[in-house]
């Protein structure tokens, strides 16, 4: 199947054939290259090639489009969601606006336990088809790779349930799906006093089970005050390792956790969330790759600080945006709202912000070769937008969808 589109309005996000990015830091991030007037052709699921109107050659297509006035994207790369659960939280978030934190709710028994006592009522099919129709919405917002995450389990049997769902969901979605472990997102009711005892069956029973099966890319750990500190982190960390599996993980969302830095030392892939950072944390991400990953639609519904995306993108780092979907801080999964929070809240540019979520997206899942922007050889998961008069416009229209159309593995969506 080739399909071609014609008079693109802007094709955004091209790659300069010989000298490819893996990630865009600092003050390149306010760029996005993009050819004007352009055309595209998609072939076998991959993008063949691409240029601009004013040299088109002749070439065969099966269909050919014509997207005059639409901007073409690379798809969004949402590189941390917990998209697999059994229930909303409606009431914690009556109870947050009535006055509870996040923590006080935590505390009492709702939050991560509460969608733990869900999950493990219900049945992996039932788990599988709620989860499926929510990565089917937000694939038509522009979603075309995506991390889920496991951690509402909390026990050897519940884990694998959720990683077996992510599996399923690998095996038969059109979109990339990265899969983490989080068996560490917080302690089960069982083990409320026995901390080690739940870190001990993590490490000894659980990893090597989901190792054994080949269920999970990354080890992800909720390091955090009253979750899981440093000490506890590192061996967690240092077991998924051994495991071959990479941390990605949960740093300084409500506290100055020290998990930035533990994440840095273990050569994490990304540390994720971010509210909490400071001059310290700023060095510490200096020395390393790991990706520096914001998720401020959880901030905007948890009324929390927001993260400092403009001194981290201003000391020369890359900065990723992820929604962070998921029943408790965010039960939306819509990258264009989260592009309007990133640019509205932390005052990122919509390029920087666009980056955020393509290119650095990708390279949070170790993606970037084959998604993450418009290269000729990458996969053909792309938007389509609706007729628009400027990039800046995807993150201003907030609340409507900016996609017309997807394209993921070189077929409509
Ligand atoms: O990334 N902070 C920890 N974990 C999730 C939320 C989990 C929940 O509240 O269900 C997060 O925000
Ligand atoms: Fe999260």
């Not at 996000?13 to 007037?37: K, T, Y």
């Amino acid at each position: 199947m080739r399909i071609l589109l014609t008079n693109i309005k802007q094709l955004c996000q091209v790659e300069d054939s010989l000298d490819r990015r893996s990630r865009v830091a600092g003050a390149d991030m306010a760029h996005i290259p993009c050819i004007e007037n352009a055309w595209l052709l998609v072939a076998k699921g991959l993008i063949h090639s691409y240029g601009s109107m004013d040299d088109m050659p002749e070439m065969h297509a099966d269909e050919t489009i014509d997207a005059g006035g639409r901007f073409v994207l690379p798809a969004w790369c949402d590189s941390h969601t917990h998209l697999v659960f059994a229930a909303p939280r409606d009431q914690e978030f009556v109870d947050r606006i009535k006055g509870l934190s996040y923590e006080e709710i935590a505390r009492r028994g709702g939050g991560i336990l509460n969608s733990a006592r869900r999950l493990n009522e219900t049945s992996e099919e039932e788990l599988y088809e709620h989860s499926l129709r929510r990565l089917h919405e937000v694939m038509a917002q522009g979603t075309g790779a995506i991390e889920i995450k496991s951690g509402y389990g909390l026990n050897t049997e519940a884990e694998l349930k959720m990683l077996r769902v992510i599996r399923k969901l690998k095996e038969n979605a059109p979109v990339p799906v990265k899969a983490s472990f989080l068996a560490a997102h917080a302690y089960p009711v069982d083990y409320k006093e026995d901390k080690q005892g739940y870190i001990n069956l993590i490490i000894d029973e659980m990893l090597p089970k989901v190792a054994g099966e080949g269920l999970a890319d990354y080890m992800d750990v909720f390091c955090e005050e009253g979750f899981f500190s440093v000490a506890d982190t590192e061996r967690l960390l240092e077991a998924g390792w051994k495991h071959g599996l990479k941390p990605k993980i949960h740093a300084n969302q409500l506290h100055y956790s020290g998990g930035v830095q533990v994440g840095m030392k273990h050569r994490a892939v990304s540390v994720d969330h971010l509210e909490c950072v400071g001059d310290a944390e700023i060095e510490a991400l200096k020395h390393g790759d790991t990706m520096p990953t914001l998720l401020p639609a959880a901030a905007f519904f948890l009324g929390i600080q927001y993260q400092p995306a403009r001194r981290i993108i201003d000391a020369g780092l890359p900065v990723c945006l992820a929604t962070d979907y998921n029943p408790g801080s965010c039960p939306s999964g819509n990258v264009p709202l989260l592009l309007t929070i990133a640019c509205t809240q932390l005052k990122m540019t919509p390029e920087e912000a666009i980056n955020a979520v393509t290119l650095n997206g990708a390279a949070a899942m170790e993606l970037h070769q084959q998604l993450g922007t418009i290269a000729t050889g990458k996969k053909a998961n792309l938007i389509v937008t609706r007729p628009i008069p400027s990039l800046a416009h995807i993150p201003y229209d907030f609340g409507n969808n900016p996609v017309e159309k997807v394209i993921f593995g070189g077929k409509w969506g």
